[in-house]
């Protein structure tokens, strides 16, 4: 058994989940084990991707209530439009 663990740590939060990875099949031969091992990683990966996911949008949503997240798109489409630019100045 092993576990899967993420973390996540911001000026305003800290996020930490710890998944087990437990196989199934125990009892069959190494390529049986394994494989039933990497099937219990990737249920474990998807379920972390999910809450990761989840957290994220919370986040986001909590910024985007302060006016936050509008000013970073506001940077982006500029450093987007400066980028464009340099492109057509390179032909």
């Known amino acids: 058994m092993s576990n899967l663990a993420a973390t996540y740590t911001s000026p305003e939060r800290h996020w930490s989940e710890t998944y ?21 990683l990737e249920l474990q990966v998807r379920k972390l991707q999910e809450d990761v996911n989840k957290m994220l949008t919370e986040e986001m ?3 985007k209530a302060k006016g936050v997240v509008d000013q970073g798109q506001d940077t982006l489409a500029t450093i987007e439009k400066d980028g464009a630019e340099e492109e057509e100045e390179d032909d």
């Open 20 to 40: 087990e990875v437990k196989a199934n099949n125990t009892t069959g031969d190494a390529v049986d084990q394994e494989a039933s091992y990497v099937g219990a």
């Open 61 to 63: 949503d909590k910024e």
